[in-house]
């Protein structure tokens, strides 16, 4: 199975700062159709999760601009430009190129 | 709008079964993969399984793997995850969620809790 291992597990931010969670796989995502099946998802407490960010980069329906991802092979990271009061939660990277689909530990992001 | 609603979770002894189900609404259910995704109390998450948008495929986590059976029913909008011999590790809030193009999970439901406890 392919382990995702993500750093750092707790990010306290200030409000209006950047934020950057990196995620690391055990083997490279890359799949034989050619593209790299590395997702996103943010948890609020309370809720269930929600896609940010599908195939490395592309953000999802209605997700804000101030998400972004980026990253190859093994190595990725999400960027929040300026986090606000909404991002607080628990943000998973998963890989969907080989099962069993395999997620982060998660990184919590709390506000300083 | 894009709905998924899961019911048949509670408290159930250690080596009993359980069957949950989830009500599919506002999309061309049979066009689509659906997944079981399940998160412990206070941990993170963890894929259960997968099947086809036909049935015709399913992979399954080496947790559960010949205990529990996904399966779905596309005249019904309906999908189900058959839990037997449950074990105390299977606590969790169980998801269910869409598989859309490019192998992302893009609608979640608010999940089931399933407890097996003594």
């Known amino acids: 199975d392919i382990v995702m291992t993500q750093t750092p597990l707790s990010s306290p931010v200030t409000l209006g700062q950047p934020a950057s969670i990196s995620c690391r796989s055990s083997?490279?995502?890359?799949?034989?159709?050619?593209?790299?099946?590395l997702s996103w998802l943010q948890q609020r407490p309370g809720q269930p999760p929600r896609l940010l960010i599908y195939k490395i980069s592309h953000r999802f329906s209605g997700v804000p601009d101030r998400f972004s991802g980026s990253g190859a092979g093994t190595d990725f990271t999400l960027k929040i430009s300026r986090v606000e009061a909404e991002d607080v939660g628990v943000y998973y990277c998963m890989q969907a190129t080989q099962f069993p689909h395999t997620f982060g530990q998660g990184t919590k992001l709390e506000i300083k | 709008q894009v709905q998924l609603v899961e019911s048949g979770g509670g408290v159930v002894q250690p080596g009993r079964s359980l069957r949950l189900s989830c009500a599919a609404s506002g999309f061309t259910f049979r066009s689509h993969g659906m997944h079981w995704v399940r998160q412990a109390p206070g941990k993170g998450l963890e894929w259960v399984a997968v099947?086809?948008?036909?049935?015709?495929?399913?992979y399954y986590a080496d947790s559960v793997k010949g205990r529990f059976t996904i399966s779905r029913d596309n005249s019904e909008n309906m999908l189900y995850l058959q839990m037997n011999s449950l074990r105390a590790e299977d606590t969790a809030v169980y998801y269910c969620?869409?598989?859309?193009?490019?192998?992302?999970?893009?609608?979640w439901g608010q999940g089931t809790t399933v407890t097996v406890s003594s």
């Open positions: 969620v869409r598989w859309e193009d490019n192998r992302v999970m893009d609608v």
């Open positions: 083997e490279s995502l890359v799949h034989s159709d050619g593209n790299t099946y």
């Open positions: 099947i086809w948008y036909d049935g015709s495929n399913k």
